[in-house]
């Protein structure tokens, strides 16, 4: 664990039978002179691990998979997910910084600042597993805590970065640990007069309800799905709703919803780091009417393109801009685009060969 926090790397695979496999700059890899881990090892190891978590052992031994954070003294924090499969014991760590990093070193888009001073409302952040969520959000709540005197209450399974109390007053809990659930923990902080509360993630219709509610009523809620872009992210709160529901869901979040974002992580020119693509979508009056109309919804991409006004941005137009600041090769955006077609077309527009490394 300390040579990974050491090399860079993002995270640690551990399997029985196999060796320990580390992924650096996006690429997974075996780390070199490892020797593959035993049975008896991984049962060690998850025991180490789960020391101070004891409940988080139960749950394990319980269902075959259990979620947690260690931190290794003077080093670094791990997300841990434990899991078995084909009857044997295999973990994948997350390094977590020490430290929450400052919004403005992330290298994204200025309105982020903007939707994180946003009094009320819901933002998302969105993207596939790894494509730095966490760290954007954190970072939007220490932008708070460093500029706003905010009760800022996050609910987070598990708890990743911690946060020291600056301006604002922070709270964090953690499920299994603080609280059973997250639709519960939600109903419950309405209580503790929050002016931010935090949702690592929403996974149900109870929990998605009980955060519109709370943007309803003068919160901003912050929380992340696992969606890819801006219009999965739309349909994918809708489709926590029962069709019956549909209208009142589309009024709830037209209403509410004040910005998303939608990352991807993208390996630079040199091949050394990742870079932000980055997709974002602002809750302009045009963006709420084509929520509340469903033949308008799919409008929605074309006012992201046509918005930089407000500072939306599409994901192609993001990739765009990559290659323009010499950050990624040609190639390595059409990998990512959403629409090779439509990135083509902007390249072309821009000058930009197709063939550039």
Do not use: W
Request: charged letters at 25%; proline letters at 4%; a negative charge.
């Amino acid at each position: 664990m300390r040579q990974v926090a050491t090399l860079g790397a993002s995270d640690l695979h551990l399997k029985s039978g196999a060796p320990p496999y580390l992924r650096l700059n996006g690429e997974l890899t075996p780390i070199p002179g490892m020797y593959p881990i035993s049975g008896d090892d991984m049962d060690t190891i998850v025991r180490e691990l789960t020391r101070t978590s004891p409940n988080r052992l139960h749950e394990f031994e319980q269902t075959g998979e259990a979620d947690l954070s260690y931190e290794l003294a003077t080093c670094a924090r791990f997300r841990i997910s434990i899991f078995r499969q084909r009857s044997e014991i295999s973990a994948s760590l997350r390094v977590i910084p020490d430290e929450v990093p400052a919004l403005d070193t992330l290298n994204l888009p200025a309105v982020i600042e903007t939707l994180a001073n946003v009094p009320r409302g819901l933002v998302l952040v969105t993207g596939a597993t790894g494509s730095g969520k966490s760290t954007t959000l954190a970072a939007m709540i220490d932008h708070i805590n460093e500029h706003s005197s905010k009760h800022v209450v996050t609910v987070e399974d598990p708890i990743e970065l911690v946060h020291r109390d600056k301006k604002s007053l922070i709270n964090q809990r953690e499920i299994g640990t603080d609280t059973g659930s997250f639709s519960g923990a939600l109903r419950r902080a309405l209580r503790q007069d929050p002016d931010v509360i935090l949702i690592g993630e929403m996974r149900d219709e109870e929990t998605v309800r009980a955060a519109l509610s709370a943007a309803e009523t003068g919160h901003l809620v912050f929380s992340t799905l696992h969606t890819i872009d801006v219009m999965e992210t739309i349909y994918r709160v809708l489709d926590f709703f029962p069709a019956a529901l549909e209208r009142q869901a589309r009024a709830m979040l037209a209403g509410t919803l004040k910005g998303i974002i939608s990352q991807r992580l993208v390996k630079t020119e040199d091949g050394r780091s990742r870079v932000p693509a980055v997709e974002v979508m602002v809750g302009t009056s045009r963006i709420a009417d084509a929520i509340l109309n469903p033949d308008e919804t799919g409008t929605i991409q074309t006012a992201l393109a046509e918005g930089s006004y407000y500072g939306m941005q599409s994901f192609d137009q993001s990739l765009l801009q990559l290659v323009l600041d010499g950050a990624v090769t040609v190639d390595e955006a059409m990998f990512h685009s959403s629409s090779k077609q439509n990135l083509a077309l902007l390249l072309e527009a821009n000058n930009v060969p197709m063939n550039r490394a």
